[in-house]
């Protein structure tokens, strides 16, 4: 039954090599590459050889012993795990003999272990017990009388799996993929011989440990030693969908196992382009949320944020919403609705909803939550190379000689790429991190940075400015590359404005904060270091100055000709699922799909022929924007799918001044999130297990999700949308996302080639996939740039206005942690807040002990925006002068603080630079007494609609 | 629309653009990025502030760009 569920294990990992070698295995030839061993070899060629210990996703070991074989003419019975095949070799994997050395094992194996298959939880998906079958073993001749680990106590302190040792066969599976898959090295194998026990950390529970809860262990447990919680509670499942993980920007591929239209777990899919297998606590385990009981799942309408909520209809819901709409249009004009799609939210959704507010509503007041992230990714990577995406594939990385990481903490925000970061790390590559705080990528067990740049928040475009001035001083740029490949005129100018000895390391330093040998010392390493790769994040992005580092950064990869290939490049690493594709399909106010601009005449009449309307020629409010227009009378109405505005946009007070000045606010989501409570209309959204669709991650990879149960209040986000704009009076007629899909790709050159069937034949694309390249696009601007000569820009230091003062003496940079996401309301509503229970407060021992703080203690942290208590944690991981919260919780507060200052280009706001004071107090903030109320009223407001009281 | 932010936004873009040696290009750069990403109504009560007060707190730069640059700057509709 469940063979279908589990794909071919062939042992060992594929070898790459140009090198053939022929063999002979069971009398078969068999070819491959030189390197693969020979239970691979067996078994691409059908052939699959006992094992316990070997799994392909990680390197021989060759401990179990069942996977012996005999070679001609060599001595002894060598593990085919380990042996290399070789050319001419002819190896038997079956002979009495081995039979007998094989059952001799398993019988030492079942010896101590519980014969409880039929009640245990990996019955039926459990490798001793199919080799316990494969071995023919019918008797243990040692008895189960002897020493045994039978009673081993289970430690189940992990929320999400149990540890048992009794089933522990010490196969050091899961130890190696701790080491091998993830590269934490939470487990070690503790104790000599019999003892031999898996322990994590220093024989402490699971959630004592250093153990992340990444799953790979359990992934690679082959019996159920290591087992989820959800296998034990419920069985095994009977059918899989592969399908794409709805957290981070790395998009992970997963096998959603399902027992009917339950979900049993999460497995990562180890055919899955961006992730080949691995996952983290979020995407493996923390999927509950999806069916917990917080979910609304009936549409609601009210008149005013006082009211109570009233359950309606999906019709008189949408009817409502669509009067409003008119009447506000009517009164107000073309111009005073809009809307806003998250970045959580599929392609095909995200184009719907800008489709429906440039037809139905007639004019371009669309925006995305990229909005408040990686906007100036798009506009910086745009100006310079001519595409507003990052360069690579994930795998790229592993042939970076040097990775610089700028304002990026890939461990907790991208774990499954740090993973293949860190793979790359300990096999050399030499590392250049540039951030203010210590993150666990400057020191963490078996990997260390050649280079931490400690700068001060805000001086990104100083720092870059400075290794570029050291590239071109020192002479180290790619001559060649530049001449060939870039504008001669741009670059001159830029080499000429880098070379002023302001922009010196020396210079610079009391800017930065770093020591100028650091910096020449990383800027040599980048630039004559090999394959040179630079990943950044939010830290790069949401600063005043965001989109002018995005350029510098950009100007380095030309400077340098680490751009075009396999092993470098400009890698954003962007924050939700489907940032990328958020921006590709037309979110943005000023762009339709593809990245083209609305003032743009023939992409205009493009859409005006496809879509059958006129199409404004003048871009449209961005979301900040809309908050300033909402609060002098001239935006009315919203339509947000997805996104909650008011827990992740900056000075919260300002953006609920700006929602309470508006008439109708039509928030579609599948919780009552914090901007739905100033809203009339909540429509029901969907989670990413009840719909089609697909997401575009970092490296422009469009992935398939598949929907694996019911829309559980009735529709998909997509076809509310559709019916919302029919009842706007403009026709939407799609039967599935794929007609969608196919919409978009009519209608955008760099789709072209994209549509659900071929998703579903290649796995995954990236775009640009169009007749010149109809399998995607792995390596973007190999031998030009998508402008044509790529484009050096001149990166002026300009200090933020957000400054220190007297008053305000700290700065405060935002960001998340590894066990919650974004806006938290996901996450939350899992176990993963046994790891993450509240917001806290980092800050340096010394800017403590200076204001009598004390570890756990609260903390009042006061910005010219407003104020908020936290509880602080002393952390030297923060350099002196700077503090650090996360905004994963509500009543937390962390964007009352953060203010309204924002990209020069792009509007970003400059999330990682609050000028604060702190201090020690003993109860909340005004706004979180404020806020605690307002959130009860509007709770019980809901209560009064659920218990039918309305 | 907040002039006072209108303004600290044009000045912001007006310090990016003024780093670039060549003065016709910076002031094309501005009022380019103006037309490009601002919604007209912005647009249009900052083109009435420099007209009303001369841009007295807006970078000089930004001010040459909005008046050399006028036409491109006016709602299109």
Known sequence: MLEQLNEKDFGTPRRIAEQEVTLEIDGMQVTVAAGTSIMRAAAESGVNVPKLCATDSLEPFGSCRLCLVEIEGRKGYPASCTTPAEQGMKVRTQSPKLQELRKGVMELYISDHPLDCLTCAANGNCELQDMAGVTGLREVRYGYDGENHIHSQKDESNPYFTYDPSKCIVCNRCVRACEETQGTYALTISGRGFESRVSPGQDQPFMDSECVSCGACVQACPTATLQEKTVIAIGQAEHSVVTTCAYCGVGCSFKAEMKGSEVVRMVPDKNGHANEGHSCVKGRFAWGYATHQDRILKPMIRSKITDPWREVSWAEALDYAAAEFKRIQKKYGRDSVGGIVSSRCTNEEGYLVQKLVRTAFGNNNVDTCARVCHSPTGYGLKQTLGESAGTQTFKSVEHSDVIMVIGANPTDAHPVFASRMKKRLLNGAKLIVIDPRHIDLVRSPHVEADFH??????????????????????????????????????????????????????????????????????????????????????????????????????????????????????????????????????????????????????????????????????????????????????????????????????????????????????????????????????????????????????????????????????????????????????????????????????????????????????????????????????????????????????????????????????????????????????????????????????????????????????????????????????????????????????????????????????????????????????????????????????????????QGTT | MDIKNLIHMANQIGGFFEAMPDREEALLGISGHLQHFWEPRMRKQLLEYVDAEDGKELKPIVVSAMRAHRNRLLPQH
Not at chain 1, 455 to 465: D, E, F, H, I, Q
Not at chain 1, 480 to 506: G, H, M, T, Y
Not at chain 1, 922 to 937: D, H, I, L, V
Request: with cysteine; proline share 5%; net charge negative.
């Open chain 1, 453 to 946: 740049l400690p700068l001060k928040p805000g001086t990104n475009v100083a720092m870059l400015s400075s290794i570029a001035h050291v590239i071109v001083t020192e002479g180290l740029m790619a001559t060649d590359f530049i001449a060939q490949r870039c504008e001669d005129k741009a670059f001159q100018q830029w080499r000429d404005f880098v070379a002023l000895p302001e922009n010196s390391p020396e210079a610079m330093q009391d800017v930065t904060g770093v020591q100028a040998e650091l910096v020449r010392g990383a800027a040599r390493l980048y630039a004559t270091g090999g394959n040179a790769a630079i990943y950044y994040g939010l830290g790069v992005t949401e600063h005043a100055q965001g989109s002018t580092a995005v350029m510098g950064i950009a100007n380095l990869a030309m400077a340098t000709g680490n751009i075009g290939r396999e092993g470098v490049g400009v890698n954003p690493l962007r924050g939700q699922n489907n940032v990328q594709g958020s921006c590709d399909i037309g979110s943005f106010p000023h762009e339709l799909p593809g990245y083209r601009h609305v003032s743009d005449s023939t992409t205009r009449h493009l859409f005006e022929q496809a879509w059958g309307v006129e199409i404004q020629p003048e871009p449209g409010l961005r979301i900040p924007n809309m908050f300033d227009a909402a609060l002098d009378g001239s935006f009315k109405g919203v339509y947000c799918q997805g996104e909650d505005i008011v827990q992740s946009d900056p000075n919260t007070q300002h953006v609920t001044a700006a929602l309470s000045a508006m008439e109708c606010i039509v928030v579609q989501d599948i919780f009552m999130n914090e901007t739905a409570m100033y809203a009339h209309v909540f429509l029901p959204g969907s989670s990413f297990l009840e719909k089609d669709g697909t997401f575009t991650n970092a490296e422009r990879r469009i992935s398939r999700i598949r929907k694996v149960m019911p829309p559980k209040a009735g529709y998909a986000d997509w076809e509310v949308t559709v019916q919302l704009a029919r009842r706007l009076g403009y026709e939407m007629n799609y039967a599935h996302p794929a007609e969608i899909m196919d919409e978009i790709a009519r209608l955008t050159p760099t789709f072209h080639g994209v549509s659900y069937a071929k998703l579903d034949q290649l796995g995954s694309i990236q775009w640009p996939c169009n007749d010149d390249a109809p399998l995607g696009t792995p390596i973007m601007h190999v031998d030009q740039f998508v402008r044509g000569k790529g484009k050096f820009i001149i990166t002026k230091y300009v200090a933020t206005d957000e400054k220190v003062t007297r008053k305000f003496p700290l700065i405060l940079t935002t960001g998340r942690i590894l066990s919650q996401y974004n806006v938290g309301a996901q996450t939350r509503r899992t176990e993963n807040v046994q790891w993450h229970e509240q917001d806290l407060l980092e800050i340096h021992p010394h800017d403590a002990e200076e204001r009598g703080i004390k570890d756990g203690g609260w903390v009042n942290i006061q910005s010219r925006a407003g104020d908020t208590v936290l509880r602080a944690k002393v952390s030297e991981r923060m350099q002196p002068g700077v503090v650090y919260t996360t905004f994963h919780f509500p009543e937390s507060g962390a964007n009352v603080i953060t203010t309204e200052n924002s990209d020069w280009a792009t509007n970003c706001p400059e999330y990682k630079v609050t000028a604060v004071q702190v201090m020690p107090v003993s109860e909340p903030s005004g706004w979180q007494k404020k806020y605690t109320r307002f959130s009860k009223a509007q709770q019980a407001l809901l209560e009064q609609a659920q």
